[in-house]
């Protein structure tokens, strides 16, 4: 069972120029080979923070270019990535943070105010380092190197918490098997190839943008389009300028679109455009047969729940 590590290099040695990941707003794109480097950037700055083996490093930031490096390059250089909900509340933030034992978090500058907020309330000390979407992270100058091996499958990869509605979120602990099984579980269920495109608008610190939307593109090899947020206005665009093929949705965002589908300028089953959409899946919340029917019957596209 391979790692998040083994998947990228495997790709970085059999595909390498195969785009992986493409960032609509700035256009910036990873092939295969260039996430590899990436993803060893990543680990080599968090080994000069000194950070061993299995360390948490938290983020609250939203889907986009550099936030999806750090994601998988935290990982790859065996720490353990702890996605920060950003929608979530004061409460619910101070103890993920707190109970995650993270010692790093990242943030946008536009969560830096709610992050300190959080701050105020934890007890020990937690690094601080601010990224955007466009530069990327302002790495601290630290020379103090460690250098964990490798992962195995049975080391944990990923932290995930709950959104807190019944209580304090509780935290759930993926290993490297995890991960990559979760994504070979949707693309053996989906039957993805290298050539398949998917559009990520959840967020990835959900389990279903992570573990579908970016897990399931890096274990085949194929590609993820990725907008630093969901838009019901942008959707159907993005899907057609990028040839997207698929896409992982919510009943949420499902309603956002069919409210709307009359605004769009495609003619839905048979826009050349649209050609290459093959089919999009739900999850998350239970999705009322009379709304997955009307997507079928609006969007002419199977709707998977």
């Known amino acids: 069972m391979e ?5 990228i290099e495997r790709h970085a040695a059999d595909s390498p120029q195969s785009d992986f990941l493409i960032a609509p707003e ?17 680990g080599d700055r968090l080994d000069r923070l000194g ?23 935290v990982m790859a250089s065996n720490r353990v990535i702890v996605p920060l909900n950003a929608v979530a509340g004061t409460v619910q933030l101070v103890h993920v943070l707190d109970h995650s034992d993270a010692e790093v978090v990242f943030v946008t ?10 701050m105020a309330q934890v007890e020990r000390p937690i690094r601080v380092i ?39 979120p509780k935290g759930a602990v993926l290993s490297h098997r995890a991960v990559t ?61 990028h040839r997207c093929t698929w896409s992982s949705i919510v009943p949420t965002i499902i309603k956002y679109l069919l409210d709307r589908a009359a605004q ?20 998350s919340a239970p999705l009322a047969a009379v709304t997955l029917e009307q997507w079928e019957q609006t969007f002419k596209v199977p709707m998977i729940e």
């Open 3 to 7: 790692t998040v590590r083994a998947c």
């Open 26 to 42: 700035s256009g910036q794109r990873l092939n295969f080979a260039q996430l590899k480097t990436a993803v060893d950037e990543v």
């Open 51 to 73: 950070l061993g083996a299995g360390a948490r490093v938290a983020f609250l930031l939203n889907n986009g270019f550099w936030t999806t490096r750090l994601f998988l390059g």
């Open 109 to 118: 500058p536009g969560y830096r105010d709610k992050l300190d907020e959080i």
């Open 130 to 168: 601010e990224m955007d979407d466009a530069d990327g992270p302002e790495w601290p100058s630290d020379t103090n190197p460690i250098e964990p091996p490798p992962p195995g499958p049975e080391d944990t990869a990923l932290l995930l918490y709950t959104s807190g509605s019944t209580g304090l």
């Open 181 to 241: 099984s979760g994504g070979r579980n949707v693309v053996e269920g989906h039957r993805l190839q290298p050539q398949d495109r998917a559009l990520c608008v959840l967020p990835v610190y959900h389990i279903n943008g992570a573990m579908v939307t970016v897990s399931a593109p890096l274990y085949s090899g194929s590609s993820v389009v990725m907008p630093q947020r969901f838009s019901a206005t942008d959707y159907w665009r993005l899907v057609a300028e």
């Open 264 to 283: 769009e300028p495609y003619d839905f089953g048979s826009d050349e455009r649209l050609a290459g959409f093959r089919f999009a899946r739900s999850a």
